[in-house]
């Protein structure tokens, strides 16, 4: 019986060191598996719980998942080599970005008012603070630069306006710590990038020069001199089919001409107007821009007889469909009536 009591004894101590070892092998388990499955809240919870007691065993593990959530939290804004992701990565771009892309102040102003140095212009170049007695003009050259020995050299002006040139030319002497403030004046002595040709009916043809990016028709037309047969002009524009404007027409004239323009100028086109029924000389007259019912009929012999006095005019529609109207002609002769203005093509029958 003693032996026995012996060997529980010894196998007792033998094994407490194992089941030891396996508890707290399994509680470091737990305590991992509690700070994996944690949260920030938890944490927050378990504080404001007990806010005067010491935090168990627990509340300290889900501390620690808190910290670890937040530690592990930036790395997922990170690119593939580890780095930290810039804006540029996402593909947005800063405003600062778009705000750069932004057109010029003096893009967006009206062609008529501004005037883009080109080839062949001649400039007046000053530097208001200067003594120098050197001229200062200087021709555009062909690859739109001028020879400007102040500024160490040629520089591009093509396609600047006078007032971008005078900044340009002041930031380069600054560069070059040639003068410091430097007060600069640029004007167009003579206008030779921007050629229109004009043709046809004009008493001075050829190629006249703009001033400006774009001119009203009118301007190149009053140093043309229209012919008293001119009636109408076919405009070229660069690469397009090109349009017919009528010169009786009021809007024709601010219509705006650009470099490279055609301006052909010729007669107005013979146009009629058709009159029958009882009339005395019916058929195809010549129509005169104005002409009104009665006058047309007055120049057709007038009236078979003088008691015929409904007429109906028919003019073609919108549509291509003929639009007919009837008038009287004793209505119209006592001013009752309107005398209405015909219209090339119209067709007039007098009836019975």
């Not at 200062?136 to 400007?148: A, E, N």
């Not at 219509?255 to 029924?277: H, M």
């Amino acid at each position: 019986m003693k032996n026995a009591v012996s060997i529980i004894l010894l196998a007792s101590l033998l094994l407490c060191p194992v089941v030891s070892n396996i508890a707290q092998k399994s509680a470091r388990q737990e305590s991992t598996l509690t700070v994996f499955t944690g949260s920030a809240d938890d944490d927050h919870q378990a504080q404001s719980a007990n806010p005067g007691e010491e935090p168990s065993t627990s509340q300290q593990a889900t501390q620690k998942t808190g910290r670890s959530k937040a530690a592990i939290e930036p790395t997922s804004s990170r690119n593939d080599k580890g780095g930290a992701k810039s804006p540029t990565d996402s593909g947005s771009a800063s405003p600062t970005n778009d705000l750069n892309l932004k057109v010029a102040p003096s893009n967006q102003q009206a062609l008529t008012e501004i005037y883009r140095v080109g080839p062949g212009d001649v400039l007046d170049v000053r530097l208001l603070n200067s003594t120098s007695s050197r001229s200062t003009l200087y021709t555009v050259f062909g690859g739109g630069l001028i020879d400007l020995p102040v500024a160490g050299g040629p520089i591009s002006v093509a396609g600047m306006t006078p007032e971008e040139i005078q900044t340009h030319i002041a930031a380069e002497l600054k560069r070059r710590a040639i003068e410091e403030g430097a007060q600069i004046a640029v004007g167009v002595r003579q206008y030779a990038s921007h050629p229109v040709v004009v043709t046809g009916l004009v008493n001075n043809p050829g190629t006249k020069f703009l001033r400006r990016e774009a001119v009203p028709l009118y301007v190149i037309l009053a140093e043309a001199q229209l012919r008293p047969d001119a009636g109408r002009l076919f405009l070229m524009h660069s690469g397009s089919a090109g349009q017919y404007l009528d010169l009786s027409d009021p809007l024709t004239l601010n219509f705006n001409v650009v470099s490279g323009d055609v301006i052909t100028v010729s007669g107005r086109p013979q146009e009629f107007y058709y009159i029958a029924g009882r009339i005395n000389y019916p058929g195809q007259k010549i129509f005169q821009p104005g002409i009104t019912l009665l006058q047309a009929v007055l120049a057709a012999g007038g009236l078979v007889k003088q008691n015929d006095n409904s007429i109906e005019v028919s003019r073609e529609g919108s549509e291509g469909r003929l639009i007919t109207t009837r008038f009287n002609i004793k209505r119209i002769k006592s001013g009752k009536a309107e005398d209405p203005k015909l219209q090339p093509g119209d067709r007039i029958e007098v009836l019975h």
